[in-house]
T-cell receptor
């Protein structure tokens, strides 16, 4: 069955440090992959998406993600985090071009001053 | 632009009662979705509709029914509410014809079943 795994429930980094959030998807043809962010009390906002082509994808707010087929991964990165990046991050996938979009359980990011 | 509008925003039910969550989008999107969000569980897909007249089960459809009333509206019905259905429900829509894949979410509906 289609699935997305985010291995880290919580991650804490210091402000200014680099960040990598992990996402793995279950086997399938090249999936559509997404990262969304949900700030406290807010709705979900799309950070970036991958459909095909260049495996390094740039998004909003200085985020990027790299699709690695060999590892079934789509990890989110940011070179230097800001206190405002504290939020919950969700990886999502659409495996079969069938509109069925599945989310991972999320990673909550905490920022130390 | 209203985007995706959900009603009601808050609802308290007793076990066994029924209710319908309404969702409407004004972006002319073909695809619409219902998710539930619970702490530690992320967003789980309940039902989705790829186009007017079609609906499909998601990950957790049991206890729910949906209706794609027209292109704009997609309702979620709980026929006999259970405490396990206490959750925050999100409706979303997407424009597949432009292949963007981006989901646009409503503000959420917080449902408590006693």
């Amino acid at each position: 069955a289609q699935s997305v795994t985010q291995p880290d429930i919580h991650i804490t980094v210091s402000e200014g440090a680099s960040l990598e959030l992990r996402c793995n998807y279950s086997y399938g043809a090249t999936p559509y992959l997404f990262w969304y962010v949900q700030s406290p009390g807010q709705g979900l906002q799309l950070l970036l998406k991958y459909f095909s082509g260049d495996t390094l994808v740039q998004g909003i707010k200085g985020f990027e993600a790299e699709f690695k087929r060999s590892q079934s991964s789509f990890n989110l990165r940011k070179p230097s985090v800001h206190w405002s990046d504290a939020a919950e991050y969700f990886c999502a996938t659409e495996m079969n071009r069938d509109d069925k979009i599945i989310f991972g359980k999320g990673t909550r990011l905490h920022i130390l001053p | 632009n209203a985007g995706v509008t959900q009603t009601p925003k808050f609802q308290v039910l007793k076990t066994g009662q029924s209710m319908t969550l309404q969702c409407a989008q004004d972006m002319n999107h073909n695809s619409m979705y219902w998710y539930r969000q619970d702490p530690g569980m992320g967003l789980r897909l309940i039902y989705y509709s790829a186009s007017e007249g079609t609906t499909d089960k998601g990950e957790v459809p049991n206890g729910y029914n949906v209706s794609r009333l027209n292109k704009r509206e997609f309702s979620l019905r709980l026929e006999s509410a259970a405490p396990s259905q206490t959750s925050v429900y999100f409706c979303a829509s997407s424009d597949r014809t432009r292949n963007t894949g981006e989901l646009f979410f409503g503000e959420g509906s917080r449902l408590t079943v006693l």
